[in-house]
């Protein structure tokens, strides 16, 4: 029996140790992302961009001789999925920062359980609600690498204002934090500066058919309309208002970023959207074109957005260690890092960053079109 | 005028429904179970038809005919997998019911297999709209109506015509004396299938090009159940009553009291429709649902 104990005991200190010597080595990176599910689009992107980034750092000798090891979980754009990847991310696999996740929604559902650890999570999520408590101090491990929800709608909003259009309609999703928390601002910002909105209406993710919901704000003869909505449902009202005979033009968010050019199925003319990336900038377009030589897709903004916060945890890696605090306190003092998405300074009150450019696009036909940069403040 | 607008856009998503309560009917007539493999027949079929249609070019009607043509093959294998032995057995209506969730859980896991759980679009087959007085009809309405609606008055043909379709309703009303009268009862049940699966592969078609496809494409079965319920379970030309009806009122409740709380009504009529007129609109009063 004692020989038997002796055994397991000895397998037990064996495993420990090769763990150790093993953890030694690597660094273990959670990218939490939309595999599958309504999202996936955005979801396959980031980790692209994120796995991108990694293969250039570990090709470049890693963070302090270390490799990184990239851990990919599929959040499925379900909440329970995604703090069940979360919690097994945090108490299995030990990662030391989690990239992700690109969606509110699941951002929301996980901010609260994350204050229970120590491990940074360095995402996309726009809603300013996944980073800032009720209280209005932030949540301790949650960040955010583009302009807030705020930023991003006021953008759009003064665009469409300043470019003459001024009387709106608002569809938006009233059980989604993404379109919720953009509605509002933008609906702020046209009235405040002179517009009009004409008609607001909602529905729920298990709406499919929208002519009914759509025909209202055909009816007010609006000169455009506001879509904060994820690429599935924009694609349908864009369709299905299309269908009903309207021709004014329709204000999107990152949403209608490409690839919904190709997913939409026929020319997008009228349709305006905000962006992370300007392709006409050099480094933009070299990254662009190095991967489609090398894997074929065409590269989006989440692709990019991944890539710079891959590299943001890379400098924080390399200077305070992989200690949850030390990544904490060097993610609150990121400033002025010169991304493919612009120069990022977080704002330490918010975990957001300040200042960040973003650029509103539309389309001819099915290319996409640079109309002008605006600085998000 | 938009209260016109709101019935025309109701019909036309109750011709949709239409196909889809007809499938679930046919079989609810026959086997006097309520097939929930149905949807995700519709979605099978329907990207079927889409891949298909991709890889060849192919217009609105080959697409049709080849997302029928598998919705038909693979009603028919589904018949012999998981129906034909129970029918044999003579046991439970029961055992339909759980192997036809078994059935719709084995086709939505290969189209997610297959395509992942991401959504697709199909290409845009029509064009621009028909304004009329004031009235707004997408072509892809008018098209997908009268297409729904000559498949449905052939199939009621075919059911009240011919000799299959008589065959179909003896052994829907009894299959022990319609096989002791000569007829070939699993041939006019495999019919039934064929049939439903063709109604399936064209909804699903139509379900696509209006919502986009994505594999729980075939939850909007749920629409064709509570269509037949109010229409009358296993009554065809119910089915089709149901269905515009629900159509209808879906779109007027979504107009009035908003997109969140018409789902709400939607299954309050139903309700009230079990309670007070359980046979539904036309149907018989049926005491074996399942």
């Known amino acids: ?89 945090v108490t299995s696999d030990n990662v030391s920062a989690i990239v992700g996740p690109p969606i509110a929604n699941i951002a929301l559902a996980i901010a609260p359980e994350s204050e229970n650890n120590d491990v940074q999570i360095l995402g996309f999520a726009i809603d300013s609600k996944c980073q800032i408590k009720p209280d209005g101090t932030p949540y301790k491990n949650m960040f955010d690498f583009q302009p807030s929800a705020a930023q991003q709608a006021t953008i759009m909003a003064k665009y469409a204002l300043k470019n003459g259009f001024s ?81 004014g033009s329709l204000i999107c968010g990152l949403d209608a970023c490409p690839p919904f050019n190709t997913l939409f199925g026929e020319d997008c003319d009228g349709i ?37 916060v891959a590299n943001i945890l890379k400098g924080i890696f390399e200077t305070v260690g992989t200690n949850p605090v030390g990544v904490r306190n060097a993610a609150e003092q990121v400033t002025n890092y010169a991304g493919l998405t612009g120069n990022i300074t977080i704002d330490p009150a918010t975990h957001m960053p300040k200042g960040l450019e973003m650029v509103m696009f539309t389309y001819q036909g099915t290319t996409p079109v640079m109309l002008e940069r605006y600085s998000a403040e | 005028m938009q209260i016109l607008q709101y019935v025309i856009n109701g019909i036309a998503l109750g011709s949709v429904y239409a196909l889809i309560s007809t499938g679930f009917s046919l079989i609810f007539n026959v086997l006097k ?90 290409p ?40 299959l379709g008589r065959a179909l309703r003896s ?13 070939d009862v699993t041939r006019s049940i495999q019919f039934a299938f064929i049939i439903s699966g063709a109604l399936a592969g064209l909804a699903g078609v139509f379900l696509g090009i209006n919502y986009t496809l994505y594999p729980t494409l075939g939850s909007l079965v749920v629409k064709g159940f509570i269509a037949s319920v109010i229409g ?29 709380y018409a789902p709400v009504f939607t299954f309050l009529i139903m309700l009230v429709f079990l309670l007070v007129r359980p046979r539904g609109i036309a149907g018989s009063n049926i005491q074996e649902k399942a």
């Open chain 2, 124 to 163: 845009r087959f029509f064009g621009k709209p028909l304004k009329l007085a004031g009235l707004v009809i997408s072509q892809s309405d008018i098209i997908i109506f009268c297409i729904s609606a000559f498949v449905l008055v052939v199939l009621a043909l075919v059911i009240q015509k011919t000799r």
């Open chain 1, 167 to 247: 009387k709106f309609g608002v569809i938006y999703n009233e059980g989604n934090a993404y379109s919720v928390s953009l509605q509002a601002p933008f609906i702020d910002t046209v009235t405040a500066n002179g517009g009009e909105v004409a008609k607001v209406v909602t529905y729920t993710s298990n709406d499919k058919d929208f002519k009914t919901l759509l025909q209202p704000i055909v009816s007010a003869d609006v000169d455009a309309v506001f879509v904060p909505n994820y690429t599935q449902e924009l694609i349908l009202i864009a369709q299905q208002i299309r269908a009903l005979g309207y021709e």
């Open chain 1, 272 to 308: 305006y959207f905000i962006n992370n990336i300007d392709g006409t900038e050099a480094n933009v377009q070299a990254m662009l074109a190095a991967v489609k030589e090398k894997t074929g897709i065409d590269a989006t903004n989440k692709f990019f957005l991944g890539y710079d």
């Open chain 2, 33 to 122: 179970f309520s097939n929930f493999s149905h949807g995700a027949l519709m979605t099978f079929s329907a990207f079927t038809g889409y891949f298909v249609a991709a890889a060849n070019g192919w217009g609105l009607v080959p697409t049709i005919l080849a997302a029928a043509a598998t919705g038909s093959l693979v009603a028919l294998a589904g018949e012999f997998v998981a129906f034909r032995r129970i029918l044999i057995r003579n046991t439970s209506p029961i055992y339909f019911f759980v192997s036809s969730i078994t059935l719709g859980t084995l086709f939505e896991g290969i189209v997610v297999l297959q395509v992942g759980a991401n959504f697709y679009n199909y």
């Open chain 2, 232 to 260: 009358g379970l296993g009554s065809l030309p119910g089915a089709v009553i149901g269905a515009m009806l629900l159509g209808i009122v879906e779109t007027t409740l979504i107009s009035t009291i908003g997109s969140g």
């Open chain 1, 1 to 89: 029996m004692k020989k038997v104990l002796s055994l397991i005991l000895m397998l037990a200190m064996l495993t420990s140790v090769t763990a150790a010597l093993a953890e030694g080595e690597t660094i273990n990176v959670g990218c939490l992302q939309d595999i599958s599910g309504p999202t996936s689009s955005l979801g396959n992107m980031a980790t692209a961009g994120v796995q991108w980034a990694v293969d250039e750092i570990n090709a470049a000798g890693g963070v302090n001789g270390k490799m990184i090891n990239l851990i990919v979980y599929d959040t499925k754009a379900d909440v329970t999925e995604a703090i069940n990847a979360y919690t097994r991310a």
């Open chain 2, 171 to 183: 052994v829907s009303f009894d299959r022990d004396t319609a096989s002791l009268m000569g007829i």
